[in-house]
């Protein structure tokens, strides 16, 4: 991760590493993605995983542009409003997705409904106010002369917020879900247990990245885009 002192140019870097490992990802599991989505009937289920795993090429690439290819500061607070719109639909969607699954594992019960929907209305609120009052406190450094990208000079404090309130989410979504499994033990199968066992590994995995976004973002007071994690 980069700490905010660090060049453009050297944040266009690791944008691009980024880019290539989705890239690679990409092609990996692109012969999966084609038998089990494209060729199947289209549902909502279907349109949340399309844009999931396509919304992180947009920002990222966004993202490269604001290290490349920005020379005034006005055209770096409309790209950087783009980009964080994108960057927190994104955080977003991603959310919604685990609590649909979560939902689902629990087969609709109410109270998991209500606690997954006080949940994502908690999360709403502190991407709305990182949209609609955080972007008012970001100030950047104008761009020297034969040089390229945007140093935000001034950020928001929302930001920790905003990877405390998912870290909140995603140990709820952990919690109810170890409750669930162990619930369920004497009597699933074998694909039901790889199911609750793939699920808390990439629980878990986020869990390890939003940690460590809301220290970098406690310690340096960084903004989104200048923590290289994502949640």
């Given at each position: ?13 690791v ?7 989705l890239?690679?990802?990409y092609l ?7 038998a ?30 604001l ?7 006005e ?5 950087h ?19 649909l ?48 990208g ?10 920790t917020l905003?990877?405390v ?6 140990t ?6 170890m ?12 694909w039901v ?12 995995y ?6 460590a ?19």
């Amino acid at each position: 991760m980069y700490r905010g002192d660090d060049s453009p140019s050297g944040k266009g870097y690791v944008f691009a590493a980024t880019l290539t490992v989705l890239t690679y990802d990409y092609l990996c599991t692109l012969e999966r993605e084609v038998a089990h989505i494209w060729t199947r009937p289209w549902s909502f289920g279907t349109c949340l995983f399309l844009l999931n795993r396509y919304l992180p090429f947009v920002d990222t690439v966004m993202a490269l542009r604001l290290t490349r290819a920005v020379t005034t500061p006005e055209i770096c607070r409309v790209q950087h409003i783009i980009f964080i719109s994108i960057l927190t639909g994104g955080i977003l969607l991603s959310e919604v997705i685990l609590m649909l699954r979560t939902y689902a594992i629990w087969n609709g019960n109410r109270l998991v409904l209500g606690i997954l929907c006080g949940l994502g209305f908690a999360l709403c609120a502190v991407l709305v106010a990182l949209l609609r009052v955080g972007e008012g406190t970001f100030q950047f450094e104008p761009v020297l002369e034969y040089r390229y990208g945007c140093n935000i000079q001034v950020g928001s404090g929302l930001t920790t917020l905003l990877y405390v309130m998912i870290l909140f989410s995603e140990t709820a979504i952990v919690i109810l879900t170890m409750i669930k499994a162990i619930q369920d033990r004497p009597h699933r199968s074998s694909w039901v247990s790889r199911l609750y066992k793939d699920g808390l590994l990439f629980y878990l995995y986020m869990l390890a990245i939003t940690i460590a976004n809301v220290v970098v973002s406690s310690l340096g007071k960084l903004p989104a885009e200048k923590n290289m994690l994502s949640g």
